[in-house]
T-cell receptor, first 120, second 113 residues
Framework: AQKVTQAQTEISVVEKEDVTLDCVYE???????LFWYKQPPSGELVFLIR??????QNEISGRYSWNFQKSTSSFNFTITASQVVDSAVYFCALSESPLYSGGGADGLTFGKGTHLIIQP | DTGVSQDPRHKITKRGQNVTFRCDPI?????LYWYRQTLGQGPEFLTY????????KSRLLSDRFSAERPKGSFSTLEIQRTEQGDSAMYLCASSLRMQETQYFGPGTRLLVL
């Protein structure tokens, strides 16, 4: 079963529009972490946010905001007043404790990503 | 620059050849991770180290893949007898502790002809 689902493969909006990227996750762990990364065309993954499972407060950082809802296992990411430089692939990722990730592994489980295109 | 670095950035090889990639983590980070990313997919976890100990290797894709971190600093990922299906981006990341933020390097893009 897919542990991190990003159902939107590609989103295209016009500059200055708001856009929300969806992320739904699945885990039996009670202590876990969720992440968002940005991957621009250059290929390097850029860290955006880390949120632990006990902190359901929404977070805002400039034009970026995140909505974490444990009840629906979702961790959605909104960009307000989008800009062309926001064009990239965005990944949501889950970190479970090794007991639940299997085999003692401490690796991140990524979704398939959402390709965001901001048109001028 | 104190970020994660990887070398080479690009590698073209012929099927059947061996390749080795290097990763230098952020200096104070003792956890180092390797991932593979194929086109249109998210990164897929392969293996990780805490200092020089490799704590998980069951996710390595086959016995042709191996990784080392001999002195707990840089790490190498080797692929023996490369196949065309090994063509992908190989990413390295490092973190301070378990479940802390992983910071990624620029990746090594491998093309097997």
């Amino acid at each position: 079963a897919q542990k991190v689902t990003q159902a939107q493969t590609e989103i295209s909006v016009v500059e200055k529009e708001d856009v929300t990227l969806d992320c739904v996750y699945e885990t039996r762990d009670t202590t876990y972490y969720l992440f968002w990364y940005k991957q621009p065309p250059s290929g390097e993954l850029v860290f955006l946010i880390r949120r632990n499972s006990f902190d359901e407060q929404n977070e805002i950082s400039g034009r970026y905001s995140w909505n974490f809802q444990k009840s629906t296992s979702s961790f959605n990411f909104t960009i307000t007043a989008s800009q062309v430089v926001d064009s990239a692939v965005y990944f949501c990722a889950l970190s479970e404790s090794p007991l639940y990730s299997g085999g003692g592994a401490d690796g991140l489980t990524f979704g398939k990503g959402t390709h965001l295109i901001i048109q001028p | 620059d104190t970020g994660v670095s990887q070398d080479p950035r690009h590698k073209i090889t012929k099927r059947g050849q061996n390749v080795t990639f290097r990763c230098d983590p952020i200096s104070e980070h003792n956890r180092l991770y390797w991932y593979r990313q194929t086109l249109g997919q998210g990164p897929e976890f392969l293996t990780y180290f805490q200092n020089e100990a490799q704590l998980e290797k069951s996710r390595l894709l086959s016995d042709r893949f191996s990784a080392e971190r001999p002195k707990g600093s840089f790490s190498t990922l080797e692929i023996q007898r490369t196949e065309q299906g090994d063509s992908a981006m190989y990413l390295c990341a490092s973190s301070l502790r378990m479940q802390e933020t992983q910071y990624f390097g620029p990746g090594t893009r491998l093309l097997v002809l």
